[in-house]
């Protein structure tokens, strides 16, 4: 999937976690608590150190990928996601 978007305004496209579980949570009430609940206890599981330490949400980062088969997203609603990410204030 290529996605291309320009935010709100900073021009740089790049989708921060806060601004990504900011869109997640208006579109899908509830959400981040269902993924907080899913995610791994051992901080050295590679799903643990996505959900932990993630900066910028990306098409193919092991967060994304965490977020769409925890929830069963498609790819629709994964775009849908990131777009409305994207104009969320950093």
Do not use: H, W
Not at 67 to 77: A, F
Not at 79 to 90: E, G, Y
């Amino acid at each position: 999937m290529t996605l291309d978007v320009v935010g709100n305004g900073s021009g740089d496209g790049q989708v921060t976690a806060n601004q990504f579980f900011a869109a997640l949570e208006a579109i899908r009430p509830g959400a981040t608590a269902t993924l907080q609940d899913a995610v791994p206890s051992d901080p050295g599981n590679a799903v643990n150190r996505a959900y932990r330490t993630t900066a910028f949400v990306t098409p193919d980062c092991a967060l994304l990928t965490f977020v769409k088969e925890t929830l069963n997203l498609s790819l629709v609603q994964v775009s849908d996601l990131l777009l409305s990410a994207a104009l969320q204030p950093k």
